[in-house]
């Protein structure tokens, strides 16, 4: 079965930096590329980054720009979202997505288009 996990969430103030992990099992995973996205009750879900499925493209929105990084392993089937410099409005459920993709070095960045998703992992940024 498909499976994706997200961890790493947790309670950290601003200015610190965390991790998310997230382990793909069941897919073959180098045919997708991935994408980290984030939801509040106040917010739609929102792209944040995204990576090819060779990890090569790396697509990022604009407030996380400098401060967030996307990267893949895809020998342990793990994509990390690093985030830095963490803000308050950075507060949100964080989810990892899977989507098939032909070419090695496209990014979607249209949550619909996904097609397998992590149950998130919740992020609070403390003031």
């Known amino acids: 079965q498909e499976q994706l996990v997200e961890s790493g969430g947790g309670l950290v103030q601003a200015g610190d930096s965390v991790r998310l992990s997230c382990v793909v099992s069941g897919l073959t995973f180098t045919r997708y590329a991935m994408g980290w996205f984030r939801q509040t009750p106040e917010r739609d879900r929102e792209f944040v980054g995204g990576?090819?499925?060779?990890?090569?493209?790396?697509q990022y929105v604009d407030s996380v720009k400098g401060r967030f990084t996307i990267s893949r392993d895809n020998a342990g089937n793990t994509v990390y979202l690093q985030m830095n410099s963490l803000k308050p409005q950075d507060t949100a459920v964080y989810y990892c997505a899977a989507i098939l993709r032909s070419l090695p070095g496209t990014v979607a960045d249209t949550a619909s288009w996904y097609h397998y998703w992590g149950q998130g992992t919740q992020v609070t940024v403390s003031s």
């Open positions: 990576i090819s499925r060779n990890g090569v493209n790396v």
